[in-house]
């Protein structure tokens, strides 16, 4: 079972903003950064946020990341359909000495 | 430009085993460690391992070790996963993922390769 965890759901209208928390522990979270991951079903997951804050190429700048202690967070701001996927995060854990996913938030837009 | 292929989907019997492949173009094959992702039908991703395409040196998660093998060809840039005594709840989509840029963690995948463990 996953060590990080993530409310299953979370939905808005367009145009709204969306935050997604992800709860860990003083052996992941609060050692290590956290990445998050955009997953669409039957397509490969696709990095979001790294390093805690971090946009990668082509992640528009609506989607943001924050971390605060043992928790992370996933904002998307200006709610979009193709928002609507799945959301995970992910870190490295000192203690299982493994990467850790989060169990997953599906973002629906109402 | 990255990309990681993995092979074809495949369906096993219980108990046997199933070897997938994941290969590598688009970059320098020995410098960055090839990392398995699977999920299972309903289910959360879930890291099993990686390797190190370098120095072959695996890290497995818990769960898999003594039952998951990675393994890598450097010559054809190419890294296996193989899991043995398959169980029904091994069925899932594996994807081998990699990490490019710096600070990151896989940032690049492959585009999955299905396993249906079934009588």
């Known amino acids: 079972q996953s060590v990080l965890t993530q409310p299953p759901s979370a939905s808005g209208t367009p145009g709204q903003r969306v935050t997604i928390s992800c709860s860990g522990s003083?052996?992941?979270?609060?050692?290590?950064?956290v990445n998050w991951y955009q997953h669409l079903p039957g397509t490969a997951p696709k990095l979001h946020i790294y390093?805690?804050?971090q946009r990668p190429s082509g992640v528009p700048d609506r989607i943001s990341g924050s971390k605060s202690g043992t928790s992370a967070s996933l904002a998307i701001s200006g709610l979009q359909s193709e928002d609507e996927a799945d959301y995970y995060c992910?870190?490295?854990?000192?203690?299982?000495?493994?990467?850790?996913f989060g169990t997953g938030t599906k973002v629906t837009v109402l | 430009q990255v990309h990681l292929v993995q092979s074809g989907a495949e369906v096993k019997k219980p108990g046997a085993s199933v070897k997938v492949s994941c290969k590598a173009s688009?970059?320098?094959?020995?410098?960055?460690?090839l990392h398995w992702v699977r999920q299972a039908p309903g289910q959360g991703l879930e890291w099993m391992g990686g390797i190190d395409p370098n120095s072959g040196d695996t890290n497995y998660a818990q769960k898999f070790r003594g039952r998951a093998t990675m393994t890598r060809d450097t010559s054809i840039s190419t890294a296996y996963m193989e899991l043995s005594r398959l169980r029904s709840d091994d069925t899932a989509l594996y994807y081998c993922a990699i990490t490019i840029l710096s600070g990151a963690l896989f940032d690049y995948w492959g585009q999955g390769t299905l396993l249906t463990v079934s009588s």
């Open positions: 688009g970059y320098t094959f020995t410098n960055h460690y």
């Open positions: 992910a870190a490295w854990d000192d203690s299982l000495n493994a990467y850790v």
């Open positions: 390093s805690n804050t």
């Open positions: 003083s052996s992941n979270i609060a050692t290590n950064t």
